[in-house]
């Protein structure tokens, strides 16, 4: 019996977990590039949905980034820190061509020139 119950809690460790439900596709990509970058599998769910908005409801189109659940405490860390940046950092001016980019972004998304700190 015993070698049940193990086998029934690894399985669960091994379930895809919702960790964050995006504002849209690039922020769920960041998301995901940032827990990647951490050394944990991820995965967004809902992506290909998003060109059907207007069509199907919005609530089922939903971006969310997933990860297994024995990583969803790191994870869930590393989007804290991230919030936590987005909320202090200010936004800035890309010095080469002036585009706007959010306090995230290290480089410009327009002409791809690195954020002068």
């Not at 944990?40 to 290909?48: A, D, F, L």
């Not at 405490?73 to 200010?90: D, E, F, T």
Request: glycine share 6%; charged share 20%.
């Amino acid at each position: 019996m015993q070698n049940i119950n193990n086998k029934n809690s690894t399985d669960s460790s091994f379930q895809w977990v919702t960790i964050y439900k995006a504002e849209n596709t690039l922020e769920a990509n960041i998301i995901k590039g940032l827990i990647q970058t951490s050394g944990i599998e991820c995965k967004i769910k809902g992506e290909m949905l998003q060109g059907a908005l207007g069509e199907i409801p919005f609530d089922q189109a939903q971006v969310s980034v997933q990860v297994y659940a024995i990583k969803e405490r790191h994870a869930r860390q590393i989007l804290l820190n991230y919030q936590q940046v987005k909320q202090s950092a200010p936004d800035w001016v890309c010095p080469n061509c002036n585009e706007h980019n959010g306090s995230t972004f290290d480089f410009c998304w327009s002409c791809e020139t690195l954020k002068n700190d």
